[in-house]
């Protein structure tokens, strides 16, 4: 499945000030899954302490997957980031929404959401492979507003 994420505010102020330290690059960043239960809050979740209905069956692990082959490009005004597509072998459960944060922090109201993906509907795996396919262009992507953009 091809998906597009959406970044949690906070993250963004993360990147900006560094309060929590995001290193996309060099700290673990993991893509843990949830079920339809759990709702996205744009403007206030902003560590894995406020994730909730995290997904489990077989083949799946509490706090997700790390993600792999991480890379940050940058490219006329806009950073992608992408990783490898993430993968759940020999897996039974059902998902609805993947959550990508940095794990490197002692406890889960240390690790910094980044952001979120809605598969727009419950995906089931039985005895299977699941893949998330991280769209073409990256994980997500920064558009910074050149000068021209200012008031």
């Not at 102020?13 to 993991?30: F, P, S």
């Not at 899954?33 to 077989?58: F, I, R």
């Not at 509490?62 to 005004?77: D, F, H, Q, Y």
């Not at 992408?82 to 406890?107: E, K, L, N, P």
Request: no cysteine; glycine share 8%; hydrophobic share 45%.
């Amino acid at each position: 499945m091809a998906v597009t994420a959406f970044w949690y505010v906070h993250a963004l102020e993360n990147l900006v000030t560094r309060l929590k330290n995001i290193d996309y690059d060099t700290n673990t960043i993991n893509v843990m899954l949830t079920t339809v239960t759990y709702v996205p809050n744009q403007d206030t979740h902003e560590d894995k302490a406020d994730v909730t209905n995290e997904v489990s069956g077989g083949g799946y692990a509490a706090g997700g997957e790390a993600l792999g082959s991480k890379v940050v490009a940058t490219t006329l005004n806009v950073m992608d980031m992408d990783a490898a597509d993430t993968q759940w072998t020999s897996a039974t459960f059902t998902a609805r929404i993947a959550v990508v944060y940095d794990d490197s922090g002692a406890a889960d109201g240390d690790k910094a959401l980044l952001f979120w993906v809605d598969f727009g509907q419950d995906e089931s795996v039985t005895n299977g492979t699941f893949t998330i396919q991280w769209a073409a262009g990256g994980l997500a992507t920064i558009t910074a507003t050149d000068a021209a953009g200012f008031p």
